[in-house]
C-alpha cells in the first residue's frame, strides 16, 4: 500500500531526486512558494521557490522507501520516528490538506515553528467557503491573531495569514482535552 513519506533534502538538490523518483514511477510533491525578489537596477519580479528549503514529500510503498537510502545516496534521508530507524508515514488526510492549501495558495501562508498542541487538536474545522474552501485544521492563537493551522506529521505546521470568518467554519470533530 502507498503512503506518503517525508524526506529531508541536502543542499538543494530537489531536481535531481525528482528525476530520480520520476524514472521509479514514484509520485513526488514540492510544496513552492512565490517570492519577489529585486534585481540590481531595481526591478522587481516573482519568482518560484521551494516553501522549505530541505523537503519534499514522495507516495511510495514500505519496500521503496526502504531502499531510499541507497536510491539517493546522500541527496536526502527520510523522516524516521524519533529514536528509532522505521520511517514515519504521513496521514493521507493531513497531505491531501497541505497539497491542497500549498497548491492554491502561493501567498497567505506561513511555516511556522508553534506546534499545535493537544488542547489545540480538540476540534478541528473544516473550511466551507473563501480560498481556504476544502481545507482541514485547527485554530490556533499566533502574535495575537486566531489563525487556521494545517499540521503535517508532526513535520512541520502551515499557518494561514489571511482572515477566515468563523461563518466559514465548521466544527467537524471533537475530542476531549
Known amino acids: 500500500m502507498k503512503q506518503w513519506y517525508a524526506l529531508k533534502v541536502f543542499y538543494n538538490r530537489f531536481s535531481a ?14 510544496p ?5 525578489v529585486t534585481t540590481s537596477d531595481g526591478r522587481t519580479s516573482e519568482r518560484e521557490r521551494p516553501l ?7 507516495c511510495c510503498d514500505e519496500a521503496y522507501i526502504g531502499r531510499m537510502n541507497k536510491i539517493l545516496c546522500e541527496k536526502a534521508m527520510v523522516y524516521h520516528y524519533p529514536g528509532t530507524n522505521d520511517p514515519a508515514p504521513i496521514p493521507g488526510e493531513e497531505m491531501e490538506d497541505f497539497i491542497t492549501v500549498t497548491t ?7 511555516l511556522t515553528n508553534h506546534q499545535v498542541t493537544s488542547t489545540d487538536r480538540r476540534t478541528k474545522y473544516l473550511v466551507t467557503e473563501g480560498q481556504y474552501k476544502g ?8 502574535r495575537g ?3 487556521l493551522v ?7 505546521t502551515l499557518a494561514t495569514t ?16
Open 52 to 58: 522549505s528549503a530541505m523537503l519534499m514529500f514522495l
Open 135 to 142: 481545507v482541514r485544521g485547527y485554530l490556533k492563537r499566533i
Open 17 to 30: 531526486i525528482v528525476a530520480t523518483l520520476e524514472r521509479d514511477g514514484v509520485e513526488s510533491y514540492v
Open 32 to 36: 513552492k512558494t512565490v517570492v519577489e
Open 145 to 147: 491573531e486566531k489563525r
Open 150 to 156: 494545517v499540521p503535517v506529521a508532526d513535520l512541520l
Open 104 to 110: 492554491a495558495m502561493h501567498r497567505g501562508l506561513e
Open 162 to 177: 489571511s482572515y477566515i470568518p468563523s461563518a466559514f467554519l465548521t466544527p467537524i470533530e471533537n475530542r476531549p482535552a
